[in-house]
């Protein structure tokens, strides 16, 4: 009975930490996010939002709008630390960020790199592509250090963190996020190709990243995602016209 009790009262005081590590986001960052739309010509919470990564660029940009209306860029966090090179995730340990499109599906409040944001890595097409133990817990955290995650630093995760939890409540869903090798225009595609001992398949895998990229680009609306029925490819097709 000791044991639980003891265990009760950490449990209470983690809990207690976490929700003063996020009350302290919301005091020291809600303010200047709010300004952020106000300057954006936006409304405060998002309706919809979108986040999109680069990894050569070591960019991490923060899309909103109303919903179903074409999207604005409001912020853009450096990315301070991201392990690995370009191309995907494919082993457990390989220390890669994956490449592909995902959603933010979890947060975690008790983080010890501050605050961070689960990557819902693997998805149908790293599972298929990987090997057995395809790895997961890919996070964007603070703290600056990354074993596959994407790290910002811990104010911008802050801002970060505060500006997904509620836009999530307000759309209702979990929050796309993709992320991207690099800039997927034709000088970055090409740049892809020049690399030294690039693969055929590494090419292909790229490049059927392209259209979530482009379509992105053409209509400023996140496109529909899917995996084809055989598990080899996305299928990727514009935004849903606004109703």
């Known amino acids: 009975m000791k044991v639980l009790a003891l265990w009760g009262v950490l449990l209470a005081s983690l809990c207690a930490h976490a929700e003063d590590r996020v009350a302290g986001a919301r005091k020291h960052q809600t303010a200047a996010l709010v300004q952020s739309f106000r300057d954006a010509g936006l409304s405060w919470p998002p309706e919809e939002l979108y986040l999109r990564a680069f990894k050569v660029e070591r960019e991490l940009e923060v899309w909103a ?22 191309g995907p995730k494919r082993a457990q340990g390989d220390e890669q960020v994956p490449e592909g499109f995902y959603t933010v599906d979890l947060f975690n409040p008790w983080s010890a790199f501050h605050l961070s944001m689960r990557v819902s890595y693997p998805n149908a097409l790293d599972r298929k592509l990987g090997t057995a133990k395809p790895g997961g817990d ?12 994407l790290a910002i630093e811990d104010g911008p995760i802050e801002a970060l963190y505060v500006l997904v939890t509620e836009a999530r409540a307000r759309m209702g869903r979990d929050v796309p996020v993709h992320i991207f090798p690099r800039r997927l225009d034709a000088a970055g595609l090409a740049a892809l190709d020049a690399l030294p001992g690039v693969t055929d398949a590494r090419r292909a895998f790229w490049r ?10 053409e209509q400023r609306r996140p496109p529909r995602v899917k995996v084809d029925a055989k598990a080899t490819a996305y299928v990727v097709t514009p935004a849903l016209p606004a109703r």
Request: charged residues 20%.
């Open 65 to 86: 709008g109303p919903r179903g209306k074409p999207l604005v860029k409001v912020r853009t966090f450096p990315i301070c630390a991201a392990s690995g090179d370009v």
């Open 138 to 149: 890919i996070y964007i955290h603070g703290n600056c250090v990354s074993i596959g995650c």
């Open 208 to 217: 059927g990243l392209e259209p979530g990229y482009r379509l992105f680009e």
